[in-house]
């Protein structure tokens, strides 16, 4: 009788380590697969940042070419310059989304 006793508790003491050994094995792979989707969320945020920032900046110089346009001043060179400027700021998203 014990050793039947000693038997069956082996067996189910082996039978509980293969199932924690196979919930060990699919948590280990869904921590991997959050891990990748986390640095894909990052990645995504820091794209979208800095889109926002491209945006306020656009904004920021339409509004300032619109107080020159309306202005006295002698905006020709201001606009180059802004153009310019926009121009650089779009090469700079373009190199950042790329990389």
């Given at each position: 009788?014990n050793k039947e006793k000693l038997s069956l508790s082996i067996s189910n003491l082996e039978r509980r380590i293969?199932?924690?050994?196979?919930?060990?094995?699919?948590?280990?792979?869904?921590?991997?697969?959050?891990?990748?989707?986390?640095?894909?969320?990052?990645?995504?945020?820091?794209?979208?940042?800095?889109?926002?920032?491209?945006?306020?900046?656009?904004?920021?110089?339409?509004?300032?070419?619109?107080?020159?346009?309306?202005?006295?001043?002698?905006?020709?060179?201001?606009?180059?310059?802004?153009?310019?400027?926009?121009?650089?700021?779009?090469?700079?998203?373009?190199?950042?989304?790329?990389?």
């Open positions: 009788m293969k199932i924690m050994v196979n919930d060990h094995h699919n948590l280990n792979q869904e921590i991997a697969s959050l891990k990748l989707e986390n640095n894909e969320l990052k990645e995504l945020i820091r794209n979208k940042d800095v889109q926002i920032i491209d945006f306020q900046n656009k904004y920021k110089i339409s509004k300032i070419a619109r107080n020159v346009r309306d202005g006295e001043t002698d905006h020709s060179e201001l606009k180059n310059l802004l153009n310019e400027y926009i121009r650089e700021i779009d090469k700079c998203i373009l190199h950042l989304t790329q990389a």
